[in-house]
């Protein structure tokens, strides 16, 4: 089975990327009623849970606050803290981890020039170490989604 990753970006692609994972849950959820590990969730989740040889052994739960053992494979990216903060601490905090989050406080403000110039440089190579370490994790990587608004400085 093959591997995605997602990458948002900004307040549009991290409210959008909180819409998806939140929908992926469900439908894992009411698909895979013994709520187990399978190929199909490894598509957008790793498991973390190293106790159980055989995948399919592993319960990974379905209510979404109480799941430790998923985690997404998405990169959050913005440069104002606050909706990846929101997101951390709602119902879906336990499917990423502090490694995943590159955040910092005060934005761009809408202005492009601003995310091209100055974050873009500061965070460039944090960015693409992330990314890279998501791509390590997947066995046969098919895509990444990349999740942003067409305006927003990101
Ligand atoms: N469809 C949709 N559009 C959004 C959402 N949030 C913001 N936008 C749109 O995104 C554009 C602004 O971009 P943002 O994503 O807020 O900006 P940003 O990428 O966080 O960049 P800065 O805040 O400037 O650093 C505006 O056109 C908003 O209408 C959302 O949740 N859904
Ligand atoms: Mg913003």
């Known amino acids: 089975m093959t591997q995605s990753i997602v990458v948002q970006v900004g307040q549009c692609g991290n ?4 819409r998806f994972w939140d929908l992926a849950l469900r439908e894992h959820s009411s698909i895979n009623k013994q709520g187990v590990y399978d190929e199909a969730m490894s598509s957008f989740f790793r498991n973390v849970d190293t106790r159980y040889e055989n ?3 592993i319960p990974c739960g379905n209510a979404k606050g109480k799941i430790r053992s998923l985690k997404a494979r998405a990169v959050l990216v ?3 803290e606050g909706v ?3 997101m951390v601490k709602g119902p879906l ?3 990423f981890d502090h490694q995943q989050l590159i955040t910092d406080v005060s ?3 809408n202005n492009w020039a601003v995310g091209h110039m100055m974050y873009g440089p500061k965070y460039r190579e944090q960015i693409s170490e992330t990314v890279r ?3 390590e994790a997947c066995d046969c990587l098919q895509c990444f989604f990349v999740m942003h608004s067409m305006g ?3």
């Not at 409210?15 to 909180?18: A, D, E, F, K």
């Open 55 to 57: 995948h399919s052994d």
């Open 84 to 86: 990846v903060s929101q």
């Open 93 to 95: 905090r336990g499917i």
């Open 78 to 80: 913005d440069m104002e």
């Open 107 to 109: 934005g761009s403000g």
């Open 133 to 135: 370490k998501a791509a």
């Open 15 to 18: 409210q959008i990327g909180c």
């Open 152 to 154: 927003g400085g990101q």
